[in-house]
């Protein structure tokens, strides 16, 4: 097994490799760990080493801070990333796309749900986001929260700039890299857009929401011109398949034909149940995947409705539409 041991080395291993980009640490960096392990993506990574070769596919994984997936995969460097979308319009607001650039949402991946808001003091005269019009606002997302601010300008009449928010704002935007929560209680800003997941952050902090900028999950992108598109969709297609299995069971049971129409009901599966004719008269086994969320309810009213031997089997992973 050959590892990578000079920077020459690392620009040749990425040579007729897919390049798939992959959060480098934070919240979403376990759950994409774990998909690529359902997905049987193969590989290891050294330590300190920010690229790892997959073993069983022509694919070689970068970790790049989140932030930064969205602009390498734009500009066609990198071929697919898993990111916050809230990372990928924030490029987006910054960076808008062209004709060769940019990226394309493959797959929207459930995970580190999440809500850009705007919070204001909890206490304080401000409750509408309108109040903060020709304000002080501190933020990580600047693209985002120039472009919420220049539309409400627009609204309220006081500026006839671009509403994509790069023209100049009475409403003054200042960064902070991280803790913007604390900008209020130091007197830096008269309200914060940050990223809230509980919203326990906020609420510690003395801050109250008025207004939701986007709402934001894990998404799988790729550049709108990948090395190799069927490897992409091949990806694409297994992640795909961890995301379902994760989100259902595999229910079977017995029950009377005669009672079939009524269970069929109660589990009628992503496409159809399965159904199996049985060695004992009028009777079948009725196989179909059900939302694990409602399985104690289904196995409730199937008990209820007749049905007999009700099991219920994790899937591991899944093909289906």
């Known amino acids: 097994m050959n590892f990578i041991d000079s920077y020459s080395d690392y620009v040749a291993s990425l040579d007729g490799r ?31 080493r920010d690229i790892a070769l997959v073993f069983n596919h022509d694919i070689a994984l970068v970790f790049l801070p989140a932030a930064d997936i969205p602009l390498f995969v734009a500009r066609g460097h990198v071929d697919l990333g898993i990111t916050g979308r809230d990372q ?14 940019g990226v394309v949402e493959v797959l929207d991946l459930g995970f580190g749900r999440c809500r850009l808001q705007v ?5 304080g005269s401000i409750n509408e986001p309108k109040d903060l019009l020709g304000k002080n606002i501190v933020t990580s997302y600047d693209g985002l929260t ?5 539309r409400l300008e627009a609204q309220e009449g006081l500026s006839n700039e671009d509403v994509s928010g790069h023209g100049q704002l009475k409403t003054k935007i200042d960064h902070a ?39 934001s999950t894990a998404v799988l992108i ?43 009901k109660i589990t009628p599966g992503k496409t159809a149940p399965t159904i199996t004719t049985l060695e004992k ?13 409602r399985i104690a309810t289904v196995m409730d009213e199937l008990t209820a409705c007749g049905a007999t031997d009700v099991l219920v089997l994790k899937i ?6």
């Open 316 to 321: 591991e992973n899944t093909r289906t539409r």
């Open 222 to 264: 790729k550049s709108k011109h990948p090395l190799n598109q069927r490897l992409v969709d091949l990806i694409a297609s297994r992640i795909s398949g961890v995301i379902t299995a994760q989100k259902y069971v595999l229910c079977q049971y017995n029950i009377e034909r005669s009672l079939l129409d009524t269970a069929s």
């Open 146 to 150: 120039r472009r919420y601010f220049a």
């Open 177 to 215: 890299s991280g803790s913007v929560e604390t900008a209020c209680a130091l007197g830096v800003a008269d309200g914060i857009v940050d990223l809230v997941e509980s919203g326990e952050t906020m609420r510690v902090a003395g801050l109250k929401a008025i207004d939701t900028v986007i709402e």
């Open 119 to 123: 919070q204001v003091p909890a206490t």
């Open 18 to 48: 897919l390049v798939f980009a992959i959060p480098k640490k934070g919240r979403l960096q376990q759950p994409t760990l774990d998909l690529l392990a359902g997905s049987d993506i193969q590989f290891r990574r050294e330590s300190r």
């Open 281 to 293: 008269a009028e009777w079948v086994a009725v196989s179909a995947m059900v939302e694990s969320k």
């Open 88 to 101: 990928v319009l924030e490029h987006e607001a910054v960076s808008p796309a062209g004709e060769n650039s």
